[in-house]
């Protein structure tokens, strides 16, 4: 163990300051990543997917991004996104929005996927989790929930990955849709 100059102690003052170092140097990569050649629309995908690809490998940080938006990540990642939102086209009274937007979506998304991989049992499937859900679907009241049964199978075979990018351009649809 290290005790002196250098060690972890010397560098951040309690557990808060800590959570916010390992969250920047897990998104470091994410962040650094140049977006030159990209459309808004696919650097906006690509840093979206860079978060969402983190907090997936390390739940802990959706809920570290989600504490405060002046962290040194959280700001970083609206930065890009406002960037982008910017080079759009989007009118600056609408970019706030815009950006907000994407960035409460990102961490939302992010956030809820690495909750429920948390609640689970160690060693349950994501297969497993889903086919009970959507068995627990497609048993519901047909009367009260009409569309949650016609989806039930859709919820067993999804890519959260795809239905993440599919709200992405949802959303981009939208902003488009203010020029």
Same mark, same amino acid.
């Given at each position: 163990m290290k005790t002196g100059p250098g060690a972890i102690y010397w560098h951040v003052a309690n557990k808060s300051e800590l959570l916010v170092a390992a969250t920047d140097a897990v998104l470091a990569d994410v962040l650094a990543a140049d977006a030159s050649g990209e459309t808004p629309q696919d650097a906006i995908r690509t840093v979206a997917l860079g978060v969402f690809d983190a907090i997936d490998a390390h739940p802990w940080i959706g809920a570290q991004l989600s504490r405060l938006a002046s962290q =040194? $990540?959280? &700001? +970083?990642?609206?930065? @890009?996104? /406002? @960037?982008?939102? +910017?080079? #759009? /086209?989007?009118? *600056?009274? $609408?970019?706030?929005? =815009? $950006? =907000?937007? #994407? #960035?409460?979506?990102? &961490? /939302?998304? *992010? /956030? +809820?996927n690495a909750a429920n991989a948390r609640a689970q049992e160690p060693g349950t499937s994501r297969a497993d989790v889903l086919g009970a859900e959507s068995a627990l679907w497609s048993r519901l009241d047909p009367d009260q929930y009409p569309f949650i049964r016609g989806i039930a199978g859709q919820l067993r075979d999804h890519d959260d990955r795809a239905q993440f990018l599919a709200g992405i351009d949802l959303i981009l649809a939208g902003i488009a849709a203010l020029r």
């Amino acid at each position: 163990m290290k005790t002196g100059p250098g060690a972890i102690y010397w560098h951040v003052a309690n557990k808060s300051e800590l959570l916010v170092a390992a969250t920047d140097a897990v998104l470091a990569d994410v962040l650094a990543a140049d977006a030159s050649g990209e459309t808004p629309q696919d650097a906006i995908r690509t840093v979206a997917l860079g978060v969402f690809d983190a907090i997936d490998a390390h739940p802990w940080i959706g809920a570290q991004l989600s504490r405060l938006a002046s962290q =040194s $990540a959280t &700001l +970083q990642i609206f930065e @890009r996104i /406002g @960037r982008q939102v +910017q080079a #759009l /086209g989007v009118p *600056g009274a $609408a970019q706030f929005d =815009s $950006a =907000s937007a #994407l #960035l409460n979506y990102i &961490l /939302g998304v *992010g /956030g +809820q996927n690495a909750a429920n991989a948390r609640a689970q049992e160690p060693g349950t499937s994501r297969a497993d989790v889903l086919g009970a859900e959507s068995a627990l679907w497609s048993r519901l009241d047909p009367d009260q929930y009409p569309f949650i049964r016609g989806i039930a199978g859709q919820l067993r075979d999804h890519d959260d990955r795809a239905q993440f990018l599919a709200g992405i351009d949802l959303i981009l649809a939208g902003i488009a849709a203010l020029r």
